[in-house]
């Protein structure tokens, strides 16, 4: 006999009204409307400050406008949790457009497994009604290009030309750096790579 | 940095593409998921503090009172949250939100005709202790009509939310409850293929824990993914 572990508790979508627990200010509450979530980059939190937005889209194009989204990163000179720098954000998209971003930081390089460099990237978790189980992608920066061909996580995708769907392209708005992050949940050719890691 | 999250075993999970439940059918990747091992980020996670929580926080029947008390059948609902390897996972973030006793949610979203509670709000969090355990004071939530296949009915149920120590074992679900014969015909429910793993998802009637001439209580255990021990783990990830 194998040995026995318990089994993880299974998912469930997040449904339609999954604001309420999650930014129920959103959802119309009275409740935690001091809450930025969205806004990593506090005070003096070190590095670029960048916007990092986009649009879900499903299967026939349209956008996804009630999910709700989470990004974990590191801070600017790479380190997870670090002082002064959360590097957690969650932000709803908008129920009219389906927009979503956050303001934050842009992180620095992590280690991979081997003690290679991973480039600087962001981890986004996707939950919305129709979502099954959480979906998980990486949004890497257009201007990292030499760190992106070495990385290891983008370098194993076997099918290259799926590689743009995880790269979010920078650029320049109200002299802000804007950097723009479409998800496509499915499509032929630029359905997102999610991740089972 | 400890080890590597025991891989995730997506045939116990509902799969993406679940046609019953039709809003899946254009929000369900086609393409496989990429298996990757974890690096720190997905090792990692937020830590939430006591801080950001009002002591009321984990009180629904208490706290949107805006005069008296929510309306419904009072429950304690409460348990432990382990780990796949059996070990509690202490100080993690937990929020739940739900409809009121008459299934309506207070969403701007939510256009059902059952009343809105004016001393319910639905929304609660909370931090397990040591030990993982963790509860909630709330009411029993109503079940609500939505459209998918004409008007379908969801079970009774309480969304859940709960982070983990790390991102890897970030997951959302859904409470129902021991008896609700809409269990056996929610869509939802049914997008789990393993009726072991719908088992997971009903709390049972907790007569030990009620308390008498006040409510009722129901007990649900919550699992995340298991952690490996780190006997042949490199030491390069910041350790
Ligand atoms: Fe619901």
């Avoid at chain 1, 604001?19 to 200010?25: D, E, R, S, W």
């Avoid at chain 1, 920078?170 to 479409?182: A, K, L």
């Avoid at chain 2, 999970?13 to 393409?31: C, D, E, F, I, Q």
């Amino acid at each position: 006999m194998p040995v026995d572990y318990l089994k993880e508790t299974p998912s469930q979508t997040a449904g339609p009204y999954v604001h309420i627990g999650t930014l129920p200010a959103a959802a119309g509450l009275p409740l935690r409307t001091q809450e930025n979530l969205h806004v990593l980059a506090q005070g003096a939190a070190a590095g670029e400050r960048i916007r990092l937005e986009g649009v879900i889209h499903d299967g026939a194009g349209a956008p996804v406008k009630d999910a709700m989204l989470e990004i974990w990163q590191a801070d600017a000179s790479g380190r997870y949790n670090a002082p002064g720098f959360s590097g957690w954000g969650r932000t709803a998209a908008d129920f009219k457009t389906g927009e979503w971003f956050f303001e934050t930081v842009k992180p620095g390089p992590t280690p991979w497994r081997d003690g290679r460099l991973q480039a600087p990237h962001v981890s986004l978790l996707i939950f919305a009604r129709g979502i099954n189980i959480h979906l998980h992608t990486r949004a890497y920066f257009s201007d990292e290009t030499a760190a992106n061909e070495a990385d290891p996580v983008l370098r194993a995708i076997e099918q290259r030309n799926r590689v743009p769907t995880l790269i979010a392209q920078r650029s320049t708005r109200g002299g802000q750096t804007v950097y723009r992050f479409d998800v496509w949940l499915q499509h032929d050719e630029r359905e997102t790579v999610f991740f089972d890691m | 940095m400890s080890g590597d999250f025991i891989r995730r075993d997506r045939a116990w999970h509902p799969p993406g593409l679940t046609p019953n439940y039709k809003t899946s059918v254009l929000r369900a990747p086609r393409r496989a998921l990429l298996s990757f091992e974890q690096s720190i980020g997905e090792k990692s996670g937020p830590a939430f503090g006591h801080g950001a929580i009002d002591p009321l926080d984990n009180d629904l029947i208490a706290n949107f009172n805006t005069g008296a008390p929510a309306l419904g059948e009072r429950i304690l609902l409460h348990g432990r949250v382990l780990d796949e390897c059996g070990r509690p996972v202490p100080h993690t973030l937990i929020e739940i939100w739900q409809a009121n006793a008459a299934g309506r949610y207070r969403h701007v979203n939510d256009g059902y005709l059952a009343p809105l509670d004016p001393n319910f709000g639905g929304c609660g969090r909370t931090l397990s202790d040591a030990e993982g355990r963790y509860h909630f004071l709330t009411i029993k939530p109503g079940p609500y009509p939505w459209r998918n296949n004409g008007s379908d009915w969801r079970a009774a149920h309480i969304h859940l939310s709960i982070f983990g120590e790390a991102f890897a074992q970030r997951l959302i679900t859904q409470i129902y409850f021991e008896g609700d014969p809409l269990i056996a015909l929610c869509p939802i429910v049914n997008t789990i293929p393993d009726k072991r793993a719908i088992d997971m998802l009903i709390a049972r009637l907790d007569m030990g824990e009620m308390a008498p001439f006040d409510r009722l209580a129901y007990r649900f255990d919550i699992v995340l993914r298991g952690r490996r021990a780190t006997y042949f783990e490199n030491r390069t990830e910041g350790a």
